[in-house]
Every structure is written in C-alpha cells, then in structure tokens.
C-alpha cells in the first residue's frame, strides 16, 4: 500500500548512484511493534508532507521501516574519520538513508533512520538505539533549530517494541533524520584511500552538484569548495560559542559539508562560564571543550583541506602550499569574528580599543565568579529571573559602569543595544537537568515534559512567564554531569 499521495514524498534520489565502494544498498531490519512516540508536524509542513490523514500505527509502520515509502533507495553510507585524533574506517552502523525528498521549493533532503539494524559497517555494534538518545538528538536539533543554527533536525521518534543490550536493557527507538545531506569530511578521507582512484573526484563533482552550484564553471573549484566550507564552519562554530553549545565529539566523521551541525551525541549546553567545561564520558582528556571548539574546527578543516590536495593543482606541493595557506587563515578570521560576536552579546556598535578587553574581563570575571553563562548577558539585559547576589560583587559593579560608558559611544542608543543583545542572546536553552527530566518522564510513558520543554524551546528569544522555570541552572550537586555518546 503507497501513502505517497496522501503524504506528499517527492523522491529523487542520486547519491545511491554514486560508486558502490562508498555505499551499501540494504533496507531496515522490521521491528517487532512499532510505536509513535513525536511527530514533527512543523517540520512536516516545511517539507510539504502531510501526515493528518494517516493512522498513528501506519505512521509508526512508516518512521520504522515496515513500511517503506515508495520510490525510496534504502542505503547505508561508507565513510572514514579521525575520532579523537585516531584514523578510522566507519560508515553508517546503525543508521539508513531512505531517500532524498524534494521540498515544494525543490530544496534535496537527506531522511534518514537512526537505529534502524545492523549494516556492513556495525563492526560489532547491534544497529540500534534507545528511546532516551534519540529523544535528546530530537529536543537539541530542534532547539538548535530554534537558536537559528544550523541544524540537521528531527521528524518523529517511535519506539520498537524491543529492548535493546546495553549496560542495562533499555527502550528500543529510531529516529527520523532530515539534513541537507549526510556527506561528512569524513566521507571525503574514506574516499580518499578509496581502491577506485576516481571516486574522489565523483564525490567532489557531486558535493559541488548538490551544494554550491554556483562554483561549478569556477577555474579553481576545489579552492573554492575548501573556502566556502572553512566559512561555513567558522559561522557554526561561532554559533555554538555564542549559546554555550558543546558538541562533545567533534571527530571528522561529525563535520558536515553542508555546515550543519550533525550528531547529537554526548552534546550539552554549558551552565556555568567555564571554558573547560567537557561533559562527554568517553573525552577524557578535554580535546572536545568548549574553549577547544574552534581549534578542533581547524583540524578537521586541515584534514578536508588534504583530501582536495590531488584537486587543487597538479603539482602536489603547489596544492600542499595553497591549501595550507588558506587553512592557516583559519585563526585570524575566527578570532575577528569573535570578537564581532561577542560584541553583539554586549550590544556594542562600532568598534572601539578598549572592547577586547571589556569582553575578556566579563569572561574572567564569570569564571572566577562561577556565574552562569546564559544568564549573565540576561541580567545585563534586565532579563531576570530573580535577585542574584552574584552581580552584586564589586568587580563585576566595576566591570559594569564600564560597560555602560562604552554603550554610549559610536552615536549608540539603549534601545539600539538592547535590539542587538535580545536577537544574540538566548533567555532560554535545553538546561542539562530539564532535558533529563523530559527523557527520564519519556522512558515512563509520560510525555508532558517533553512536549513542555518542546513548546518552550520553540521560542528562546522571547520572553514569557512560561519560560521561567526553564531558565534556572541545575540545583548544586557533588555529581558531575556526564554524557554518553548513546550507541
């Protein structure tokens, strides 16, 4: 039986035309009794797909994989990575492309299963996944979505009707993921080392297609590509510093082309200012910080920037040379940038000499001070929870009147400054202990929470008396909040 109609899936799929050596053609293992947990009915409405005629039990059947869509071309991606550091072979272990849907504005999405069982690349893993990790991918996709942040996102988590083996038995779930596309850095070094020479070139001159057309008639096209995406990345990352937003596994295999982020894993969202702060169990040696983001970035970028080497010129070491260049200019751009971004928290027009160290003394002072990252830039925007005894120390007071001396400065006005924070900075985020909350109330059939917290995180830039009880830090413990990767 085909939903196509009623739906509205539009399939067009080319990357399973690529070469053989950089997929697997395989459908998603059935599931026992497949359940709907969330649907996404606004992302839904974004790729003109209409689900309001089908039955939750059909729908489940859909976003596991009893029931395939037609025209979809089931695959599993290869693709290679450095994962802390380390040079491995990967792919798709648990997860399957089912195809890639054309939007009514002809815009190409990627929908994929997470979950979904066993493929050529599981190694010794079992294919799935739990309730719990593919709801937190669902809430921080769709909050970074929200953030206005580049996002894969979330279309529908349904639970299995089996249990899957990890420390413990837990919920089995698959999760439904749209991107742009799932072509990783990473996807480029496994090309790379490729027994088929020419399948480097077939996946630049498809990424190039499929992303930026606009480079396709361009005499250095692999300069280009290794350009736009430097920028891309440069734009994200500073995305992620602005929010507090840690991912938490930044191997080569989770640096998208497209410049989405991708991969919720062991992600979260820091709390108080410390730019050490590491929340994944498995990075035991702080590579992945959040003060260590934007240097990471830089690696991956060096090793994309060696996978276009044999495209840049014919003669390795003039290729070597230019693209080394360009990835040293990596350091100047992002600091400049930086500084323009964090200039904007504080709602600082023009630029004056003294800025760089306004903000590097705002950001000591919260380190030493433990104060909350979010919500010290709503305090300086009188955006209060309530009374806290910390702004009232006298360094920060100091720090303060300062601050307000420069606001006055470049013809600036409060309501100018206070436009440009408001649209900067978020009243809002996915606290660690509310994300907990919504997955611990999820495991036990109680989706209130999530569909509160949901609601909440659809607005972060507004205010609202609803949010409050959102915008609070966890009460202190002696724990130490940790994340797992969920595989």
Request: net charge positive; aromatic share 10%.
């Amino acid at each position: 039986m085909s939903y196509n109609n009623k739906i509205g899936w539009q399939f067009d799929n080319t990357y399973s035309k690529l070469p053989d050596s950089m997929l697997t053609k395989l459908a998603p293992t059935p599931v026992k009794a497949p359940e709907l947990v969330i649907l996404n009915h606004s992302l839904s409405k974004k790729l003109g797909l209409n689900f309001s005629s089908i039955s939750d039990k059909n729908l489940a059947s859909i976003f596991s994989g009893n029931l395939l869509p037609e025209g979809s071309d089931t695959i599993a991606q290869a693709y290679a990575g450095h994962q802390f550091g380390y040079f491995t072979i990967l792919g798709d272990g648990r997860a399957i492309i089912i195809g890639e849907h054309l939007s009514k504005n002809n815009k190409r999405f990627d929908i994929q299963f997470k979950g979904s069982g066993k493929t050529p690349y599981s190694r010794n893993g079992d294919g799935r996944a739990a309730l719990g990790p593919m709801l937190r991918e669902y809430i921080i996709s769709e909050a970074m979505h929200h953030l206005g942040i580049p996002t894969t996102r979330s279309l529908a988590v349904v639970k299995t009707g089996e249990d899957v083996i990890r420390e413990t038995p837990l919920i089995g779930a698959i999760l439904t993921r749209v991107a742009e596309s799932h072509i990783r850095v990473g996807t480029f070094q496994y090309a790379v080392i490729a027994k088929d020479q020419k399948d480097l070139k077939t996946l630049f001159d498809y990424t190039i297609n499929r992303h930026y057309p606009n480079i396709k008639d361009s005499k250095t096209p692999a300069i280009d590509l290794l350009k736009i995406v430097i920028d891309k990345q440069i734009k994200l990352v500073l995305d992620w510093m602005r929010v507090g937003f840690i991912h938490g596994v930044m191997n080569t295999d989770n640096m998208a082309i497209s410049g989405e982020t991708i991969d919720y894993g062991p992600c979260a969202f820091m709390d108080l200012y410390d730019p050490e702060t590491v929340f994944s169990s498995i990075d035991q040696n702080g590579r992945y910080a959040f003060f260590n983001q934007p240097g990471i970035t830089k690696w991956n970028l060096a090793r994309f920037a060696e996978c276009l080497v044999p495209l840049i010129n014919e003669d390795k070491n003039i290729s070597i040379q230019i693209a080394t260049e360009i990835v040293n200019n990596f350091s100047e751009i992002y600091e400049k940038k930086w500084f323009e971004m964090m200039s904007k928290k504080l709602g600082l027009l023009g630029e004056e000499s003294e800025d760089k160290k306004l903000i590097m003394n705002l950001l000591t002072w919260m380190h030493k001070n433990k104060a909350d990252y979010t919500n010290t830039f709503c305090f300086l925007m009188n955006q209060t929870l309530e009374k806290n005894k910390i702004y009232d120390n006298q360094n920060f007071l100091n720090w303060k009147k300062q601050w307000q001396e420069r606001l006055k400065k470049n013809n600036n006005s409060p309501e100018k400054s206070l436009k440009l924070m408001r649209s900067n900075n978020p009243l809002v985020i996915p606290r660690n202990h509310k994300v907990e909350e919504a997955l611990e109330a999820a495991n036990n059939d109680d989706l209130n929470p999530l569909q509160n917290l949901l609601k909440i995180l659809e607005k972060p830039y507004e205010n609202s008396e609803q949010i409050n009880k959102y915008r609070s830090p966890a009460p202190p413990s002696d724990k130490i909040y940790k994340t797992f990767c969920g595989t």
